[in-house]
Nanobody, 115 residues
Framework: QVQLVESGGGLVQPGGSLRLSCAAS????????VAWYRQAPGKQRELVAAITSGGITNYADSMKGRFSISRDNAKNTVYLQMNSLKPEDTAVYYC?????????WGQGTQVTVSS
């Protein structure tokens, strides 16, 4: 059974940092492109950052310079380091993995940025 499990979310003050993790089981992450998406209440799910199987990264414009995606294939885990967090970053963050036509979603982790 394939599972993507996100962790690391929580409540943080504006300007703070969090590191999200997406741990995969049941698949070899090395062959997958992995992305983080987020969805705020009443809004559509949007791409945050992505990393290819070869390590090439891509970011949504509003996250550039603040967020960093990385992967540790030995641990079958992808990370999202989030710095300088803003209240508008509040959302449920989801991990998404794709290899060709095969894809998986995680269950999401809540990030709340508030004073």
């Amino acid at each position: 059974q394939v599972q993507l499990v996100e962790s690391g979310g929580g409540l943080v003050q504006p300007g703070g940092s969090l590191r999200l993790s997406c741990a995969a089981s049941g698949i070899d992450f090395r062959g997958f492109a992995v992305a983080w998406y987020r969805q705020a209440p009443g809004k559509q799910r949007e791409l945050v950052a992505a990393i290819t199987s070869g390590g090439i990264t891509n970011y949504a414009d509003s996250m550039k310079g603040r967020f960093s995606i990385s992967r540790d294939n030995a641990k079958n885990t992808v990370y999202l380091q989030m710095n300088s967090l803003k209240p508008e970053d509040t959302a449920v963050y989801y991990c998404y993995a794709r290899n060709g036509i095969t894809y998986y979603w995680g269950q999401g982790t809540q990030v709340t940025v508030s004073s």
